[in-house]
């Protein structure tokens, strides 16, 4: 399958500036460009180029909100980075070198997740530097101007092995899922991806698998400080989370037919063992059911080393602090983070700004509130 753009490098450079992605363009050098065309696929792989897929995203013939999205936030981390000159810059021409000619996808992503993170930090007023070693460490120090520091650890989601297996055969043709309809003379494939994976016998939908997965991210903790406040960002900007949007990050929200529904992120962190996760479920006289419940605990109920996560969407940046870490973030880091780029305050729980009720507090109340909802919303639609 060929690319809109052909092999010409200079129609991207067009659409970048049509997309007003002129810092992108500025550090992408003629030679980056062709290696990423030239490994946009790569057949063990069930998706295109991370950075080649921004690119073709500029084609307005092929529109993509989330590409387009991610496109303008890696721009705007660039622009952070080389406008406030941070020392994070110096790794920048390499790290884009390194992404242009890598054949895997999965480290590409991760790639663009790093240069995103230390962007956003830089904009939120850090001086974000990357930590080497050969031991376990976390990715980046962040210092604020009164000298306060985090440390920041990366994490670039991707899609579950076993989905992203079968969805490369099902892309070279050697699997087919779903009978093939044909609809105008066009005969059409589908096949169902499921980024989390699928939910195991005793869960009823992706909401417990996300809050089941996402809740042993970096379970041992091996990257987080025992002696500066320790930031887990987790990046979901890649191509493997399609139409993931702020409502996503809420404990439960309500959909078509006045059905509730939970994504499981929230819980992932948050809740406990038979906190309510919602699957379509909606008040009705005629109760059929009990709303699923989380068997398990979320990741701050586990561990305390993770001061907070960082969820990076698309459209929104969420922030989520523990309740009582090992180390707290400072009241001045967290005013800074209300800077980051598509900060969600309404979708955070913080202890910011001054006067708002404490995150524990908060979290009794939501967890109150979903125990009470599952009550009298136990009708499950078909």
């Known amino acids: 399958m060929t690319h809109p753009f052909g092999p010409d490098s200079a129609a991207i450079r067009r659409g970048l500036l049509k997309h007003r992605c002129t810092h992108l363009n500025h550090v992408l050098t003629d030679d980056m460009l062709v290696e990423v065309l030239a490994n946009l696929r790569n057949d063990s792989s069930h998706k295109i180029h991370p950075l080649g897929r921004l690119l073709l995203a500029t084609d307005d013939s092929v529109y993509n909100r989330d590409s387009l999205d991610a496109l303008s936030n890696t721009n705007w981390a660039i622009r952070a980075l080389l406008e406030l000159k941070s020392s994070a810059v110096d790794w920048l021409p390499t790290h884009l070198r390194t992404l242009a ?209 960082v969820l990076a969407l698309p459209r929104c940046t969420v922030v989520f602090e523990h309740p009582s870490p090992r180390v707290q973030i400072p009241p001045g880091v967290l005013e800074c983070l209300h800077r980051l780029p598509r900060f969600d305050l309404r979708r955070s729980y913080m202890n910011w700004p001054p006067g708002i009720r404490s995150v524990e507090c908060r979290i009794e109340d939501t967890i109150a509130m979903l125990l009470g909802l599952a009550s009298v919303a136990r009708h499950q639609l078909g």
């Open 101 to 309: 000619s890598e054949r895997d996808h999965q480290n590409c992503a991760a790639q663009l997740a790093e240069i995103r993170t230390a962007g956003y930090l830089a904009e939120a007023g850090a001086r974000v530097e990357r930590i080497l070693g050969r031991t376990v460490r976390p990715d980046f120090r962040a210092t604020f101007l009164d000298g306060e520091q985090l440390v920041v650890e990366v994490k670039a989601k991707q899609m579950d092995g076993d989905e992203a297996r079968l969805f490369a055969e099902f892309n070279r043709g050697e699997i087919l899922t779903h009978t093939p309809r044909r609809y105008d003379g066009v005969t059409i494939l589908e096949h169902d991806v499921q980024p989390a994976g699928r939910p195991r016998p005793h869960e009823s939908g992706s909401g417990e698998v996300v809050a089941r997965k996402f809740s042993r991210i970096k379970a041992d903790a091996a990257q987080a400080s025992s002696t500066s406040p320790s930031v887990l960002w987790i990046d979901l900007q890649d191509d493997d989370w399609p139409f993931i949007d702020s409502q996503a990050t809420e404990p439960v929200f309500l959909g078509p037919m006045s059905c509730f529904w939970s994504n499981g992120f929230w819980h992932a962190f948050y809740g406990k063992v038979d906190t309510p996760i919602f699957v379509g479920h909606c008040v009705h006289p005629r109760p059929l059911e009990e709303v699923p419940r989380m068997a398990h605990m979320g990741m701050f109920a586990d561990t305390d080393a993770w001061a907070a996560v």
